[in-house]
């Protein structure tokens, strides 16, 4: 593996981490709206 197949598959990794990240807070802020909602 190159120098820099190793810096695109870190920030693929990076990028994948993130987006389950932002849904993982998405979900949270929904579940919080619902149970106020209740």
């Known amino acids: 593996m190159t ?3 190793v810096k ?3 920030a ?3 990028a ?3 987006e389950a ?3 993982t807070r ?3 802020a929904l579940n919080e ?3 106020e909602q209740e």
Do not use: D, P, T
Request: net charge negative; proline share 0%; hydrophobic share 25%.
């Open 21 to 23: 990240r932002e849904v």
């Open 8 to 10: 695109e598959s870190i």
């Open 16 to 18: 994948k981490e993130m």
């Open 33 to 35: 709206n619902k149970e």
């Open 26 to 28: 998405n979900l949270e």
């Open 12 to 14: 693929y990794r990076v």
């Open 3 to 5: 120098h820099e197949e």
